[in-house]
């Protein structure tokens, strides 16, 4: 037998002796082992849920190839249990698909799954329908939510636990909780109870963890003994302070910077965040070189499709735009960037990057010029876009009491006098959470808009319709404002008269685009009244072929104000070109479709322009508040 074979089967012998499958701590030589032996993450984080399914395998191998051995992962529960007891893990819920595509890429798999995980995402992932109990104190061990929370990690946990690295699979760690240090509630039984649901479905091998911020006072109601304790933080001077407060929970084991801010998210009507390779590079070379473990936090941000953009609140609500590109690495789109590239070169001096080209970016395509054709006002087609009759009330109740949690409801009521001089509708509790569209008699008279703009002038006759088109512009995801009930959530005043007897509408209006409607030329029941003319918000469409096969673009809205987008049938988010400072959407390719008109349907909420057309271009637009 020659040398080379003798030695190759006498290597296979010993790893196949030792193949005891191990994640550990290593507590003393300050590291995680895997198999017995050393071992460092050099990771980043990409959300299945905001990347379309057809690009899951082309973005991990991306990650792959610029030297990542690991990727972190939320699980937004919210997502996969849109209803109590209603579960879905299908399609572009399908985590398991995902992590298997991650698994034959070669990369190992940091879980994050919650039940709270930020993210900017409605709610930071937690159901709304919790919110059914009114008084629930989320993230605490009350009781109803401690329930709900069972019930969903009875549905989550066994399906992770055969993927765990002692079982087989490539999940090395569970993230429980996120930022929990940052919660007003410190409520340490909770995070007991979570531990003890953890280790019973999980067992006693996984590493389980922690992720706050880099302070004492953070780490202080985050952590839990048998928890290990990470922290997150972006480019920084220096590397030893930034680890000092992990230090001092831990003084023993391996450094983690969970989340290392290779960018940073975007708020309606701010500017767009970046942050330059330079500086990022810097930090992530210092970590590595004192042999620190990183996950950068988004390697891949992806997109906000339909309507699961959450909100910050800081001093006032702040909605996140529907790009996620988080400037990070790879763009929204996936594409590999020149940041991606200098992280690579980083990475490089310090462990193998595999070798190989990067794959290219996907091919874009400006489709150019689509005419959009106005189809009709959203209060002719009341009947057909609410799947119930309307529900009465003397005062107005919320989203949530009406069990409809996402998109749009429509209140109703009538002048209860003549309004001879403008005077004053007004929200004065700041009850309009977020957005509420004001008609009168079918004319649009303005946006009330929470924390913002409290009050309009009116002016009507007694008996006159007054609409108000309420938005859901996304939960708050982060402080202690998570109750945050969704439509009007205080009485409505007209001069010093509270409005009362209000008829409420509930809207499926994905339900109804879902049909194939306006396009497909059925008619509802239109009820335009005679002499009224009313202008927004209004739904418009129009279509386009697409030439070969379909490639990845973005849609401008030219003079169009706020609103959201679908595009045959697909809810791509909600635009603001009058805010900024995204002014295009991202199309994907999958969407799109080679053999038949494409259709566009937009519900524009504030103002059409006089020429009403869509412009799709080959790049994106996310850096102008014009
Ligand atoms: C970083 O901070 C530590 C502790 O405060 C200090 O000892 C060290 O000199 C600093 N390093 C640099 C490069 O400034
Ligand atoms: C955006 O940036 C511009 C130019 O740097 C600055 O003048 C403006 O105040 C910024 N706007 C906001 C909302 O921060
Ligand atoms: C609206 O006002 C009425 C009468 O003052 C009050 O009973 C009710 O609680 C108020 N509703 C809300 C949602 O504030
Ligand atoms: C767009 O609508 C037209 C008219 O209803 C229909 O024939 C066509 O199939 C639709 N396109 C797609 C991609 O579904
Ligand atoms: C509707 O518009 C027409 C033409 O612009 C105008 O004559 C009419 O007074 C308007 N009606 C209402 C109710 O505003
Ligand atoms: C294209 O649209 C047609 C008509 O709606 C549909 O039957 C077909 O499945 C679509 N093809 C793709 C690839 O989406």
Same mark, same amino acid.
């Given at each position: 037998?020659?040398?080379?074979? %003798?030695?190759?089967?006498?290597?296979?012998?010993?790893?196949?002796?030792?193949?005891?499958?191990?994640? *550990?701590?290593?507590?003393? =030589?300050?590291?995680?082992?895997?198999?017995?032996?050393?071992?460092?993450?050099?990771?980043?984080?990409?959300? !299945?849920?905001?990347?379309?399914? *057809?690009?899951?395998?082309?973005?991990?191998?991306?990650?792959?190839?610029?030297?990542?051995?690991?990727?972190?992962?939320?699980?937004?529960?919210?997502?996969?249990?849109?209803?109590?007891?209603?579960?879905?893990?299908?399609?572009?819920?399908?985590? @398991?698909?995902?992590?298997?595509?991650?698994?034959?890429?070669?990369? &190992?798999?940091?879980?994050?799954?919650?039940?709270?995980?930020?993210?900017?995402?409605?709610? $930071?992932?937690?159901?709304?329908?919790?919110?059914?109990?009114?008084?629930?104190?989320?993230?605490?061990?009350?009781?109803?939510?401690?329930?709900?929370?069972?019930?969903?990690?009875?549905?989550?946990?066994?399906?992770?636990?055969? +993927?765990?690295?002692?079982?087989? $699979?490539?999940?090395?760690?569970?993230?429980? *909780?996120? #930022?929990?240090?940052?919660?007003?509630?410190?409520?340490?039984?909770?995070?007991?109870?979570?531990?003890?649901?953890?280790?019973?479905?999980?067992?006693?091998?996984?590493?389980?963890?922690?992720?706050?911020?880099?302070?004492?006072?953070?780490?202080?109601?985050?952590? &839990?003994?048998?928890?290990?304790?990470?922290?997150?933080?972006?480019?920084?001077?220096?590397?030893?302070?930034?680890?000092?407060?992990?230090?001092?929970?831990?003084?023993? $084991?391996?450094?983690?910077?969970? *989340?290392? !801010?290779?960018?940073?998210?975007?708020?309606?009507?701010?500017?767009?965040?970046?942050?330059?390779? #330079?500086?990022?590079?810097?930090?992530? !070379?210092?970590?590595?070189?004192?042999?620190?473990?990183?996950?950068?936090?988004?390697?891949?941000?992806?997109?906000?499709?339909?309507?699961?953009?959450?909100?910050?609140?800081?001093?006032?609500?702040?909605?996140?735009?529907?790009?996620?590109?988080?400037?990070?690495?790879?763009?929204?789109?996936?594409?590999?960037?020149?940041?991606?590239?200098?992280?690579?070169?980083?990475?490089?001096?310090?462990?193998?990057?595999?070798?190989?080209?990067?794959?290219?970016?996907?091919?874009?395509?400006?489709?150019?010029?689509?005419?959009?054709?106005?189809?009709? @006002?959203?209060?002719?087609?009341?009947?057909?876009?609410?799947?119930?009759?309307?529900?009465?009330?003397?005062?107005?109740?919320?989203?949530?009491?009406?069990?409809?949690?996402?998109?749009?409801?429509?209140?109703?009521?009538?002048?209860?006098?003549?309004?001879?001089?403008?005077?004053?509708?007004?929200?004065?509790?700041?009850?309009?959470?977020?957005?509420?569209?004001?008609?009168?008699?079918?004319?649009?008279?303005?946006?009330? @808009?929470?924390?913002?703009?409290?009050?309009?002038?009116?002016?009507?006759?007694?008996?006159?319709?007054?609409?108000?088109?309420? #938005?859901?512009?996304? %939960?708050?995801?982060?402080?202690?404002?998570?109750?945050?009930?969704?439509?009007?959530?205080?009485?409505?005043?007209?001069?010093? !008269?509270?409005?009362?007897?209000?008829?409420?509408?509930?809207?499926?209006?994905?339900?109804?685009?879902?049909?194939?409607?306006?396009?497909?030329?059925?008619?509802?029941?239109?009820?335009?009244?005679?002499?009224?003319?009313?202008?927004?918000?209004?739904?418009?469409?129009?279509?386009?072929?697409?030439?070969?096969?379909?490639?990845?673009?973005?849609?401008?809205?030219?003079?169009?104000?706020?609103?959201?987008?679908?595009?045959?049938?697909?809810?791509?988010?909600?635009?603001?070109?009058? %805010?900024?400072?995204?002014?295009?959407?991202?199309?994907?390719?999958?969407?799109? =479709?080679?053999?038949?008109?494409? =259709?566009?349907?937009?519900? @524009?909420?504030?103002?059409?322009?006089?020429?009403?057309?869509?412009?799709?271009?080959? +790049?994106?637009?996310?850096?102008?508040?014009?």
């Amino acid at each position: 037998m020659d040398w080379k074979l %003798r030695l190759l089967l006498l290597h296979c012998f010993l790893s196949f002796t030792v193949s005891e499958k191990s994640f *550990e701590i290593d507590f003393k =030589n300050n590291c995680f082992r895997k198999d017995g032996e050393y071992f460092r993450y050099v990771s980043g984080s990409i959300h !299945y849920f905001r990347v379309p399914p *057809e690009y899951w395998k082309d973005r991990l191998l991306k990650m792959y190839m610029t030297g990542l051995n690991a990727i972190q992962v939320y699980v937004p529960w919210n997502f996969h249990e849109p209803q109590p007891g209603v579960y879905n893990f299908e399609g572009d819920r399908n985590i @398991e698909v995902f992590l298997d595509l991650a698994a034959t890429i070669g990369l &190992l798999v940091i879980l994050r799954p919650g039940p709270y995980i930020c993210a900017e995402w409605d709610m $930071g992932g937690l159901p709304a329908w919790l919110l059914q109990n009114q008084n629930i104190v989320v993230r605490s061990s009350d009781s109803d939510y401690l329930r709900a929370v069972d019930s969903w990690f009875s549905q989550l946990l066994p399906r992770m636990k055969p +993927r765990l690295y002692q079982n087989g $699979g490539n999940i090395i760690s569970v993230q429980v *909780e996120n #930022e929990y240090g940052s919660y007003f509630a410190c409520d340490y039984n909770y995070m007991r109870h979570l531990y003890k649901l953890f280790r019973n479905i999980l067992g006693d091998q996984v590493v389980l963890f922690t992720t706050d911020g880099n302070s004492d006072k953070e780490l202080k109601c985050g952590t &839990l003994q048998g928890l290990y304790a990470t922290v997150d933080f972006g480019p920084v001077l220096n590397i030893t302070q930034a680890f000092a407060a992990q230090r001092h929970i831990e003084p023993k $084991g391996p450094l983690v910077n969970s *989340e290392y !801010y290779t960018g940073w998210l975007d708020y309606w009507g701010s500017n767009h965040s970046t942050s330059s390779p #330079e500086k990022v590079t810097q930090t992530l !070379y210092d970590m590595l070189e004192i042999g620190a473990n990183v996950n950068m936090y988004m390697f891949e941000g992806g997109t906000n499709f339909g309507y699961w953009s959450g909100a910050d609140y800081k001093s006032k609500y702040l909605p996140v735009t529907t790009s996620y590109d988080y400037d990070a690495p790879l763009s929204e789109a996936g594409d590999p960037t020149d940041k991606l590239f200098a992280i690579r070169s980083v990475i490089s001096k310090f462990q193998d990057v595999p070798h190989g080209p990067m794959p290219p970016a996907t091919p874009k395509y400006g489709y150019g010029f689509v005419p959009l054709r106005k189809i009709g @006002e959203l209060i002719d087609f009341l009947d057909d876009l609410s799947p119930y009759l309307p529900m009465k009330t003397s005062y107005p109740l919320s989203f949530e009491d009406i069990k409809q949690y996402f998109g749009f409801m429509l209140y109703r009521t009538h002048l209860p006098t003549d309004v001879w001089d403008p005077t004053p509708l007004m929200s004065p509790l700041n009850g309009v959470h977020d957005l509420g569209y004001v008609l009168i008699n079918g004319v649009y008279q303005g946006t009330l @808009e929470r924390d913002s703009v409290l009050m309009i002038s009116v002016t009507g006759r007694k008996g006159d319709q007054l609409d108000i088109l309420v #938005e859901n512009m996304g %939960r708050i995801n982060f402080g202690i404002n998570f109750n945050d009930f969704k439509g009007l959530v205080d009485n409505i005043t007209l001069g010093s !008269y509270i409005m009362t007897d209000w008829e409420m509408y509930s809207l499926n209006i994905d339900a109804v685009i879902s049909t194939g409607w306006p396009q497909n030329g059925l008619h509802m029941r239109h009820q335009k009244k005679e002499g009224v003319n009313s202008t927004v918000p209004a739904f418009y469409s129009g279509s386009f072929l697409v030439p070969g096969l379909p490639q990845d673009t973005y849609l401008k809205l030219p003079g169009w104000s706020k609103g959201q987008l679908w595009i045959n049938g697909f809810n791509l988010g909600r635009y603001w070109s009058s %805010r900024g400072p995204q002014k295009t959407l991202f199309v994907p390719g999958t969407v799109l =479709n080679a053999t038949f008109p494409n =259709n566009i349907t937009i519900l @524009e909420l504030q103002e059409a322009p006089s020429k009403t057309y869509g412009l799709f271009l080959e +790049r994106p637009i996310l850096n102008d508040t014009s």
